[in-house]
């Protein structure tokens, strides 16, 4: 018999993260880190795991989003579905009537990105792999296949991608070698959230330097003269050769961005991430010229490779920011990567909120042994909170993240947190009807 | 007692048009026009209508969309809502939470419009007015203070869009009478949709001339010596003074765009819709320098005002083509007819599917009476499906769409209808099981 995908599950998890302000940002001043969480099953029995990150309200609109595309998941054959994760991508993406309400982009475009992701950790799985050795050990050939180029060839080319995989593809083993040995890059957000006070800001600052980082962010946008003494406090407590990174989370327009940045710049901002809207390419572009040497850096909110290829294409930004959820999966996640390597830039991806870093860094450890073949100027983000409830969660040392090593793309959370933390029938949300009233109410 | 929102109902309306394919074109072979449908209830039992328009499957995703968000409008006051549309709006599409599934983007953004929509429509008929001319009656500074310009500064200011109204205001009178006297210019897409064949074409051109049409638009991008061919006939159809516009649906990547419409320029097409994706500001910017004389016009996907800002900025556009239900309503709609007004772009709404020429025409009317003060190159889209099934349905006569009178948006589909085509369980769905399947299995 013929083994096929059985049932899809969706399953709306939320974790009440704003009860501490744990992740507050100056646009997300209560987030409650939340997933659609996407549970593949096999006749045989196989699973994949996938999740789209959200941060609370509206998670129930993506489970519905991710239900209704998993309609088209459901009966078909689990060697097709793994030998070609890329042709499930282009018929989610592609379907004639729900890409009305993208296309590419929004609740139904991250519903194709949590069913294909789910469908790449059931293919490592298989292969007894983790992802990012899965995609490794993949040709230049099979990887560019897996690329939808339709709207990308004047940016990027079929022949074009072959080549740069080509060219690195000789020094794969050496660097697999190395990252596992040593690790990935990490970089920390944990000090820098905007609801922590000024001694819990300096003193994560301390710690994250003892830890080994040697890049820290911090949330700014909410108050001027806040942002200018918290950058003090972190720029004396980290001293001069640390990197510090700033989040303004779209909060500004693009004058208000070089307005404000201007008057924090003599405490030597690294980077200026999310200055204006996410859509704005030709904003990112007049921010980054007039900020440098400060570097420009976006993507959780970049809704697909196109976006990423203009931000590129108009030099708007000095770093790519991937995020695992974001977009329709791992096949466009290798598109973007395959883009900035064409361009030169470093690919930081985002990370933090649930679930993001277990995923995240098997696309850039890939990109480190077979697409870009760096880790200059290259580093993920890293927020130390819900790891405990994933069966494979990310291990960071020194400031590195360690090659997992258990076979999937590590986004499975493990029953208990599943049972415990469903929204709104778990038991961790008994008692907290406050929490999906709109904003402003709390 | 303070007039609140009561109950805002949401219902699931799918018109099976696949049947016949009206509306076919190269990205949408078999669309069924459908709609998330809105009707806002007060408890002095006064209403209001909106919707957003979808093509079919998914629109179960649209309607639980508006459903999380009209838990932020039941039990408002009805006489603030009325009185400031924006400050809802900029509340829906601000959630702290929702918007990390845009962020305006998308279906959760198209709920947003749905319901601010609705909440015009309510005040239109509190009014006693269309809702171009409650919009005509208010003031420049009513206006301004109706639009978010966070994100549009760097390309249009408040002071600058009141400078705008300000400088048409004292012809808005006169403009009025004329649009009472002569209706607004039309154009129509009735001859071209892909699924028609060469007679019917011809057939259909020649008739749209007969009715008074100056510009008529063909669908492409299926197969080229198909287009030929049909250019052909319809040129031949119409004689050498009726523009033919067409509209290649988002099918083509930027290289192939330019070449394919060269094939085409002999016919001398008067724009390209859609020629790629609608994300690719740059991309379009590239077609448009190469084709010139051959205007690019894009919009029906163009997901909110900073894309729109983009397209301008970037000289990518000659035609800018609103679309009643994309963005966040009217208000949003009002900040993008600023932007074209501020840039000498004409607006030349999308319109068809079910409902939308009764909504834009509102939208078109109240520009040439309060913002543009033209129609010069300017026509409203105009499809002859599903009239039928509205209260205060669109009147098209000479080739113009005639002033609505009623008091209104012209939302509200006629509760027969709404009965009759409710997903799945009206009568008209009976026995139609293989509708709701993925493409591919059609």
Redesign the interface.
Known sequence: MTDRISSVETIDVRFPTSRHRDGSDA??????YSAAYVRLRATSGAEGHGLVF?????T???V??VR?LA??VVGQPVAELIADPGALAR?LV?????????????????AAGGLVNAVWDLAARRAGKPLWKLLADLTPEQLVAQVD??????ALTEAEALALLNAVEGGRAERERLLRAAGYPAYTTTPGWLGYDDEKLARLCVEAVHAGYRLIKLKVGGDLADDVRRMGIARHAVGPDVRIAVDAN?IW????AIRWMRELAEFDPYWIEEP????????HA?VRKALAPVKVATGE?V??A??F??LL??DAVDVVQIDACRVAGVNENLAILLLAAKFGVPVCPHAGGVGLCELVQHLAMFDFVAVSGSTDDRAIEYVDHLHEHFADPVRVEGGRYLAPTAAGMSAEIVPAALAAYRFPDGPEWAGEPVVD????SR
């Open positions: 646009m997300n001043p209560f987030p409650d959200t941060v609370g309200r509206g129930e609109i993506q519905a989003a209704s309609t088209m018929r592609g379907d004639s009537q729900i890409r009305w309400l993208g296309p590419e982009k929004g609740v139904v475009h991250m180029f339709r709207y990308l060839r004047d779209q327009g693009v004058p208000e204006t809207s996410p859509d704005d390419i030709i904003g007049a909110h809704h697909n196109v976006m290829k203009q294409q108009a009233l709109p904003s402003g």
